[in-house]
């Protein structure tokens, strides 16, 4: 996975072995490279007390940690299932209705 954010200064790049940022970390390269220098600078990833566990035991771990912690967001809460329930079912019906995106059918 390759992912290159450019600004006015400069740019970012994210590499990761796997196309999923998300779930895995380690490989990651975050590089910065401001305009009109010709060294790119390293970001280091940040590391924490959950750095060595397996993937992606690290990312529910944080989730668990700052439930518990009574941390406000971060991680979905019980109106963020509501919205992809709705979602869910909303495509559900759609496709039961045979109903596009936009309300209009859709042939088969």
Request: aromatic residues 8%.
């Amino acid at each position: 996975m390759v992912w290159v954010i450019y600004g006015e200064k400069g740019e970012i790049r994210i590499t990761n072995p796997i196309s999923m940022l998300d779930i895995m970390h380690a490989g990651v390269q975050i590089k910065l490279r401001e305009f009109g220098k010709k060294e790119v600078e390293e970001i280091e990833v940040p590391k924490d007390h959950m750095t060595d566990l397996a993937h992606p035991s690290q990312n529910v771990g944080r989730i668990y940690e700052a439930y518990a912690e009574g941390k406000e967001g971060g991680y979905p809460d019980w109106k963020v299932a509501m919205r992809r329930h709705k979602l869910i079912e909303e495509m559900w019906r759609r496709s039961d209705a045979k109903e596009g995106a936009f309300g209009q059918a859709v042939p088969h």
